[in-house]
């Protein structure tokens, strides 16, 4: 089964989560003409992949609460942001591909989710800024995403 899948258009490439009857659950990554060109394995327990502006990166989040990107080039995800006391969720590229912001709640609480952002630095790639939004809702992503 599907449950999810972000398409990058210039690159033609597809990412999409796969649910098997038997648990497994993985991120296939696939070109347009159907060919599997990686994935990310069930290790990860990866949710909700969204590809960079550039289609070079895929993020994603784990249910277990971590948020990783999975660079093509190196075939391998990467930790991006981990902290024990929160949970990280959907995430969302700028425009530009330098930062990513994402939803997070608390790990013990139940609260609603806020908004955190990562910025990446240009010359190492490396998370360079961390910060959150006061707002709470889905509209900070979609401003964010369409650079408002």
Request: with cysteine.
């Amino acid at each position: 089964m599907l449950s999810n899948f972000d398409l990058h258009v210039k690159s033609g490439r597809l990412a999409v989560r796969r649910m098997e009857p038997d648990g497994r659950e993985w991120i296939e990554l696939r070109n347009l003409a159907g060919q599997v060109i990686g994935e990310v394995s069930n290790n990860f327990l990866p949710q909700a992949p969204r590809w960079s502006p550039d289609g070079s990166k895929l993020a994603f989040a784990g249910n277990d609460g971590i948020l990783y990107t999975y660079d093509l080039q190196s075939d391998a995800p990467q930790i991006v942001f981990h902290d024990p006391s929160l949970e990280a969720g959907f995430c969302e590229w700028s425009r530009d591909g330098t930062r990513l912001t994402f939803s997070a709640r608390g790990s013990q609480t139940a609260q609603p989710p806020g908004h955190l952002l990562l910025e990446f630095g240009r010359e190492t790639g490396g998370v360079v800024a961390r910060s959150g939004f006061g707002d709470r809702n889905l509209s900070a992503m979609v401003a964010f995403k369409a650079g408002i």
